[in-house]
T-cell receptor, first 112, second 116 residues
């Protein structure tokens, strides 16, 4: 049981490039979400999913795209990276009936 | 919209002593969950303790306990017998129990230093 796994852990992008942050969980959790953490801030919700085929926007969705084709995977796509997207990104998951959210170890993204 | 406020940007405590971190929140809902997360320098988010709003009894996990005051919308974290490994950022977070709500609302965090 690996929990929530994020890849890559570190990435440097040039402005305008696109990339995908991968997230996988092996706990059969229905709910998955992506957060970003900026300096001096708590985490803010980008997008979330309540099950395969269902996604919705969070607090800061602009510039990001998600899909949920399987229960296990929830990739986050940056369509055209901007310096303002430099941040630490966290993937998280929970069971439908549970209330504890489990986080991955984070992905550090720098856009230059 | 719900908000979470942590009024102490930084706190320090001597090893083996007790420290309390403050958190207040604003909501019009009656059913929700509250959490404290620890974030060490590795940046991993580690759940410390959680509290269901419908429970009057304060949650306790080993050396960690909370003082949940629902009417005052206050949710403080007490760390007893502080250890060097407790040094980290601590975030208070709120999640609604209303259907369809997935967002955790975080405070800005409190940096805890533990002095030997």
């Amino acid at each position: 049981n690996a929990g929530v796994t994020q890849t890559p852990k570190f990435q440097v992008l040039k402005t305008g490039q696109s990339m995908t942050l991968q997230c996988a969980q092996d706990m059969n959790h229905e709910y998955m979400s992506w957060y970003r953490q900026d300096p001096g801030m708590g985490l803010r919700l980008i997008h979330y999913s309540v099950g395969a085929g269902i996604t919705d926007q969070g607090e800061v969705p602009n510039g990001y795209n998600v899909s949920r084709s399987t229960t296990e995977d929830f990739p986050l796509r940056l369509l055209s990276a901007a310096p303002s997207q430099t941040s630490v990104y966290f993937c998280a998951s929970r069971v439908g009936s549970g209330n504890t959210i489990y986080f991955g170890e984070g992905s550090w993204l720098t856009v230059v | 919209a719900q908000t979470v406020t942590q009024s102490q940007p930084e706190m320090s405590v001597q090893e083996a002593e007790t420290v309390t971190l403050s958190c207040t929140y604003d909501t019009s809902e009656s059913d929700y969950y509250l959490f404290w997360y620890k974030q060490p320098p590795s940046r991993q988010m580690i759940l410390v303790i959680r509290q269901e709003a419908y429970k009057q009894q304060n949650a306790t996990e080993n050396r960690f306990s909370v003082n949940f005051q629902k009417a005052a919308k206050s949710f403080s974290l007490k760390i007893s017998d502080s250890q060097l490994g407790d040094a980290a950022m601590y975030f208070c977070a709120y999640r609604s129990d209303q259907g369809g709500s997935e967002k955790l609302v975080f405070g800005k965090g409190t940096k805890l230093t533990v002095n030997p």
